[in-house]
């Protein structure tokens, strides 16, 4: 059977992408066939983790929202990444869906809109397709009508927040929303804490707000930061804080049912 896995957040810069990326560059790692899908059209980015340029991306998810071609085609094959003088191979297989970039083709969509059943149909066909263990939806922030598609088919949701007040309330909106969806399995993570903080404290802080497990406390790294997200870093640095982190998502995810 196929994990759907959604990554949310309510605010933007909050980690979805850093994190999508290196979660399922690690299942690729292990084997796993891995699709990964951005939904944040209106803000798209993960295709940078991946070392995809925008001249590479000749179909992206917009052309099969607009009708022109089928949703398959638009799917890259990432599974190879060079670095300086390394290079970095994914084993099971590893496809990237990546919104266009282009001015023309984001400004579109914020002005027509588009029909967010197709998203669905979608997610369908490449499952099927390219044979997917698990698909990943990277989405756009906050709560909308996509997100909320999303949501409602994941088998597990993965809502990300910083230890800061305006993400708290934002988070307990998107709890509260996807416990009415339903969603089989909800994990919290938080991204850049404190390194000085008590991450054993602030997971039960957590724990005890939502009522809802937490997969991961990430650390705040300059060391990640550094790579402005251009690059796998869990890949990179296996034995960093940040790594291990990306490694107990990981386990969350398998873990679920
Ligand atoms: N744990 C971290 N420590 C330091 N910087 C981080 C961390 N996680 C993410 N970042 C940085 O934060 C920015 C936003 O991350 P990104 O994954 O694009 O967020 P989102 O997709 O939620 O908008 C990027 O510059 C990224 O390098
Ligand atoms: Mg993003």
Redesign the pocket.
Same mark, same amino acid.
């Given at each position: 059977m196929t994990k759907i896995v959604s990554?949310h957040?309510f605010? !933007?810069?909050? !980690?979805?992408?850093?994190?999508?990326?290196n979660v399922s560059a690690q299942f690729a790692q292990m084997g796993k066939r891995v699709g990964v899908i951005d939904t944040?059209i209106q803000?798209p !980015?993960?295709h940078v983790?991946f070392g995809m340029d925008e001249e590479n991306i000749d179909k992206a998810l917009n052309d099969y929202l607009w009708g022109r071609c089928a949703i398959e085609e638009t799917a890259y094959d990432v599974g190879t990444k060079l670095g300086e003088g390394e290079v970095l191979v994914m084993g099971g297989g590893i496809y990237l869906i990546p919104s266009s970039i282009r001015a023309g083709e984001i400004a579109r969509v914020l002005r027509e809109g588009y029909d967010v059943g197709l998203l669905n149909d979608g997610f369908r066909a490449l499952i099927d397709k390219l044979h997917l263990d698990y698909l990943f939806i990277?989405t756009h922030?906050g709560l909308n009508e996509e997100t909320l598609l999303s949501v409602a088919i994941s088998d597990v949701l993965i809502i990300?927040l910083r230890p800061d007040q305006q993400d708290f309330q934002g988070t307990a909106v998107t709890v509260d929303v996807s416990r009415k969806l339903e969603v089989p399995n909800l994990y919290l993570v938080v991204?850049?804490?404190l390194t000085s903080y008590d991450f054993e404290a602030l997971k039960k802080r957590i724990v005890d707000t939502y009522d809802a497990p937490v997969a991961a406390i990430?650390?705040?790294?300059?060391?990640?930061?550094?790579?402005?997200?251009a690059d796998l870093f869990s890949l990179r640095y296996p034995d960093h804080p940040?790594s291990e !982190?990306i490694r107990n998502i990981v386990a969350a995810i398998e873990a679920a049912s």
């Open positions: 990554v957040s605010r !933007g810069g909050t !980690g979805k992408s850093n994190v999508t990326a944040d803000s !980015g993960i983790l990277d922030p990300i991204n850049k804490a990430l650390p705040l790294s300059e060391d990640v930061a550094r790579m402005q997200s940040f !982190g």
